[in-house]
């Protein structure tokens, strides 16, 4: 696995590897992360990928980062 590029955001990390023919965009937050794996061919490069992070995209994925830190932070309560 190859880093091909760390895409610049100001709310998280955003890295893309290459892969098996696949591209993988890790998202991370804190001690949270998210990773989505997306066949090459479904892509044209790092030009689409960055269109595939639009804004749209990027609130569900911080809206998820959200949900997932309310999870975890309630599962650690119970404990």
Sequence with gaps: MRVIADIPHEACKITVFAWNSRYIIKLEKGLLEQTYKVDEFELNGI?????????????????????????????????
């Design 47 to 79: 030009d689409d990928i960055k269109k595939l992070l639009n804004e749209k995209f990027m609130q569900q994925a911080l809206e998820r980062f959200a949900a997932m830190r309310s999870s975890l932070q309630a599962a650690l309560e119970q404990i």
